[in-house]
Every structure is written in C-alpha cells, then in structure tokens.
C-alpha cells in the first residue's frame, strides 16, 4: 500500500500558495484494510475515508467510465491493481494531475509542472469532455490563478457546450462554482472564459445579454454593459469586496437598457429573482442584489432629495433596523457613482446623515411623552421629518 498526496494541495505548495486542505489517493489498497487500520468511510459514490486522526480524505486510487449525460453520470471502479497514473490521468487538469509521495519526490506524468510555470490551464486527456463541472472549474481555476486556457482545452469546452453536455448542470453546483468565483482575485476571469467556449449564453444568459447593450454615454474603455460590469468586478475584487456585494454588482443593471438610467423598474427585480431561483441562491444574495438595483438609481439624482424623499428611502431600505445592510448598501452605490462618473455620489452621503439624525428619535421617549397607537407612528415620521430638515444639506453636499 502507497499514500501520495494528490490535487490541490501539491499544486498550491508548487505556486506557494497556502494549504488550505489535504487530499490523498492510496494505491494498493481495499475498503476491508483502510477500514481495519481504522479509517472511517464516508464516501457515497466512490471509496473515500477519513484519517482515524487527522479527519483527511484518502480515497482509494480508481478509474471512472461515463454511462449517462452530467456530471454524476459515471461508473467509478476501484481495485488495487489500479496504478497512480491511471487515477491522476482521471483528473480534469494537467495542474491538478501532480501527486507527491512521502519522501517528497513529485510524480507528474501529464506535464502539469510544466503547465504551473507557463500559467497554462489545460486538460489531462480527454476525458475531460465527460464532466460539464469542468467547464465551470476552467473558469474558476481562471480567475482564481489568471492562468490562460490552452486552445485545445478551449475547444474541448466548446464542443461540450454544442453536444448539450453543459445542459446537465445542476443548479447548486453551478451557484457553488459562481460564488467561489467571486471571492477570487481576478472574477472577471470566470465570465471571460465562460463566454470565450459559448457556455456563458447557456448557463447565465442574463449576464451574456449585457454583452449586446452598448454604452451610449461612454466615459471609460467599456464599450458594452457586459464589459463594464466585468470592470466593475475587477475593481472590486482589488478592494477586497465580500462575495455579497460582488453578486449584487454582477446584477444591478439586469433589465436596463441605459447604464445611466435614474429610473428603476419591477424587471430588475424579476430578472435578479429568476436567475436566483433558477440557481437556487439563497435569499440574502437576491435581498441584496435586488435592493441595490432598485434603489442605487434614486440616488443617481441631479436634483436635491427632499426630506420626505430621504425618509421613504430610509424606510425602504429598512435601515432603522439592518444598520449593517444599509451601510454596504451606501458603498456598493458610492463604488458604482465613482465607476460610473468618476466622482463621489453626494446622495450617498445625505442619506447617510440623514440616517444617523433620525435614528436618535426615540420612540420610547415618544411613548412616554403620552402618545398611543397610531399617534406613536405618526409622531414618529414628524420627528424624523423634523431632524432631517434641521441637518444643512447644502453644507454636506458641498462638504463632499
């Protein structure tokens, strides 16, 4: 029986990346004796165990056969006659194909190495055309690395995409791959390469559509919607943005037609919902991603809002009770303004100091001054209304 460790784990010490996990394939061995040595199985659809100790996966070294469309369509077999080489060879990329024994020596028989040096993603053979995760892997690999996909590599995608393969994608794995995609240094990658092999118009076609809508007030490079969110997405991943504010960038222009619209319709929300629900995305992603959409255009007003306007955004918004929400909400609109016009939105910074006056009105004092039912909401809007007239607006916008 032989241990090696195998995958990531080798290819991230390679490019001197933390180790964020380890995977192992044992060779020579069975069930029986992994389960004797004390090794817990855990694995449904192919032999895996964990260490009695470290808790970290080793899967016995074993081979698959495709017998259905998707990527859980295969028939996996495993024996100890299966060598090293025939499971690495199952692996979709030459940089995840390198195993390391332990003594130290790499094993790399498909040149991934060679690939890590020359920033290069590409396939291990070709059974890579077997599993449309892959397609999603590729992407993600990009912008997790900004390695270039090999042509070859890129053609097998293609093909993919034209056989229907990439029509078997299941909705949660492709939600997994998209938001671990935008916790990456580079996410624009992933729509790049999605679009490049014609997977992007299949599994997102609401992002591909952007790609059709010009910029008619072009104050950038971006010449379409599609590549100024990419853009967006760059700038983004720089200032080290969490993955919710990224989701709700990718998205707060679905069912504009003008970049510099003021106005917002029930579309944005629609098409934001059906790719979530499509996706199967959970709520606190659409929350956002819809509240952006619908109320960033309000603040993209050349005239002064009104205390009145200033308060129903507030209330809107719920910012009197999800504080935290409402602060990431004014940084995703300042950080669109600033894209957009390269300037600062100055409503972002009214609304944030009318915020912070009313919310010192204290509904218990009100309460204890006498006022009852009704009269405690009523009494409630006038003090806000009250402490936003009193802020010198004109002085905030001229201090921004």
Same mark, same amino acid.
């Given at each position: ?11 991230? +010490? ?10 192992? $394939?044992? !060779?020579? &061995? ?31 070294? @074993? #081979? ?40 130290? #020596? ?14 290069? *993603? ?13 397609? *999603? ?6 912008? @997790?690395?900004?390695?270039? !996909?090999?042509?070859? #590599? *890129?053609?097998?995608? @293609?093909?993919? !995409? ?11 794995? $492709? ?26 118009? +299949? ?32 700038? &983004? ?13 990718? #998205? ?24 979530? %629900? ?21 603040? %993209?007003?050349?005239?002064? *809002?009104?205390? +009145? ?22 940084? $995703? ?8 016009? %390269? ?10 100091? &009318? ?31 009250? &402490?936003? %007239? ?11």
């Amino acid at each position: 029986m032989k241990i090696y460790l195998v995958g990531g784990a080798v290819r991230d +010490k390679l490019l001197g990346y933390p180790i964020k996990e380890r995977d192992y $394939v044992i !060779v020579g &061995a069975t069930p029986e004796k992994l389960t004797a040595q004390g090794f817990i199985p855990v694995g449904k659809d192919f032999p895996v165990f964990l260490h009695p100790e470290t808790k970290e996966e080793y899967a016995l070294a @074993r #081979t698959e056969r495709k017998t259905k469309p998707g990527y859980k369509g295969f028939q996996v077999y495993a024996s100890p006659e299966i060598t090293l080489e025939e499971d690495l060879q199952r692996r979709d990329l030459t940089i995840n194909a390198i195993a390391q024994d332990e003594n130290g #020596t790499l094993i790399d028989p498909f040149g991934g190495q060679r690939d890590l040096k020359n920033r290069i *993603l590409r396939h291990t053979s070709l059974a890579f055309i077997e599993d449309p995760v892959r397609i *999603l892997r590729v992407a993600r690999f990009a912008a @997790r690395f900004n390695f270039a !996909v090999a042509s070859e #590599t *890129l053609d097998l995608m @293609r093909q993919m !995409v034209t056989n229907g393969e990439v029509d078997h994608l299941i909705s949660e794995r $492709v939600w997994k791959e998209l938001e671990r995609a935008l916790q990456e240094k580079y996410p624009q990658n992933f729509f790049k390469i999605l679009r490049s092999c014609d997977a992007l118009a +299949k599994i997102f076609p609401e992002i591909e559509s952007l790609f059709n809508i010009s910029i008619k007030r072009n104050t950038s490079a971006e010449s379409n919607m599609g590549e100024y969110i990419l853009s967006l997405l760059k700038a &983004a991943a720089i200032l080290d943005f969490d993955t919710q504010i990224q989701f709700a960038l990718l #998205t707060h222009i679905f069912g504009k037609n003008n970049l510099y619209s003021r106005s917002s319709t029930d579309q944005d929300k629609l098409l934001i919902s059906a790719l979530c %629900n499509r996706l199967r995305i959970p709520n606190i992603y659409q929350e956002f991603s819809v509240l952006v959409a619908r109320y960033y255009p309000q603040l %993209n007003q050349p005239h002064h *809002l009104s205390a +009145k306007e200033l308060l129903i955004l507030l209330q809107d918004l719920d910012a009197f009770r999800r504080s935290d929400r409402f602060e990431k909400f004014l940084l $995703v609109c300042n950080f669109i303004y600033e894209k957009q016009r %390269n300037n600062y939105c100055r409503h972002t910074q009214i609304l944030k100091s &009318a915020y912070q006056a009313t919310a010192k009105v204290n509904i218990q004092q009100i309460i204890a001054d006498g006022f009852k039912g009704k009269a405690i909401g009523e009494q409630l809007y006038c003090q806000r209304i009250n &402490a936003i %007239n009193q802020l010198e607006l004109q002085d905030i916008t001229n201090q921004v």
